[in-house]
């Protein structure tokens, strides 16, 4: 089933990010992620774009098949484009297709110093006109709440978004964030821009200040106060900035369902106890907003 059809049925919309280990060795606990995952009952799982090259020699597609047909749930296969050809794209596409997956969420990829970009796709929507072109996927794109760090200025980068829309994104997944007011002001943006697909909040719990510092620093959203002094206060005691982060994430989470957002989509980090927590705190909030 595609991603669109998901939120035609029931909202909102719970999902999953995962993303495939580095060394072989490591799929074994990737399989005790999802199962555990997978108990949870998510709508869909998305599964990262693995190094190594191409979809046919990462472990994206065989994590994403397993997903779907050992555990019975939705998988979305992420799709970049900036480093690959038209013909390799089309070869990545028959190869989601031949390993049932029905879902991609296409993304230009970042710039890599050991790869030349290829001229085929410079943007994420080049490559959603492609694939809308070449097959029947169903297709979800990336937004950025506090814009794309490339973009000038949030305005463009909406108006970036809704080519993405019209090239054929049939869902948005949003950029980690902190503030739910930015991404609410975001919302209204794109409502302005015409922008009339389901939107899912991208929350990603911080239990680790070097990781989300790094990814702050990757993505460009913003702290705010209240994050940082969390940061600070427990960032020396393991457990406590657990606690701390799942109960942020929590509050954060209910806040959003609260204002009838669409979906929520949990970053992970392939930690299973981090959306065990989180979703046994929201799972009553979950069935009250679909009743």
């Given at each position: ?84 050809s038209k013909d390799e794209i089309i070869e990545m596409v028959n190869n989601l297709k031949a390993n049932d997956i029905d879902n991609i969420l296409a993304l230009r990829g970042d710039h890599n110093p ?133 109960a942020f994430a929590t509050n954060q989470i209910i806040d959003l369902l609260a204002a009838g957002v669409d979906g929520i989509h949990i970053y992970t980090m392939n930690n299973p106890k981090v959306a ?16």
């Open positions: 089933m595609q991603v669109a059809q998901i939120f035609k049925q029931k909202k909102p919309v719970v999902s999953f990010e995962i993303f495939p280990p580095k060394r072989d060795e490591a799929l074994k606990s990737i399989d005790e992620t999802l199962g555990i995952l997978t108990e949870l009952k998510p709508d869909f799982i998305s599964v990262t774009f693995g190094a190594g090259g191409s979809v046919t020699n990462s472990k994206t597609v065989e994590i994403a098949s397993k997903i779907k047909k050992n555990f019975g749930i939705e998988a979305v296969a992420h799709l970049t484009c900036l480093n690959y050991n790869l030349a970009p290829k001229n085929d796709f410079m943007h994420a929507s080049d490559l959603i006109t492609f694939v809308k072109q070449h097959s029947d996927l169903g297709i979800s794109a990336a937004c950025y709440p506090e814009g794309h760090p490339e973009a000038q200025s949030l305005s463009e980068d909406v108006i970036n978004l809704k080519r993405k829309v019209d090239a054929g994104a049939q869902h948005l997944v949003s950029q980690l964030f902190f503030d739910n007011d930015i991404f609410y002001r975001f919302i209204e943006l794109c409502k302005v821009a015409g922008i009339n697909v389901p939107i899912e909040a991208g929350i990603m719990p911080v239990i680790n200040k070097a990781q989300i510092e790094r990814m702050v620093g990757l993505c460009g959203a913003s702290l705010p106060d209240n994050l940082k002094r969390m940061l600070d206060k427990f960032a020396d005691n393991k457990e406590a900035l657990f606690d701390a982060g799942i065990m927590k989180i979703c046994d705190s929201i799972k009553n909030v979950i069935a009250s907003n679909r009743a």
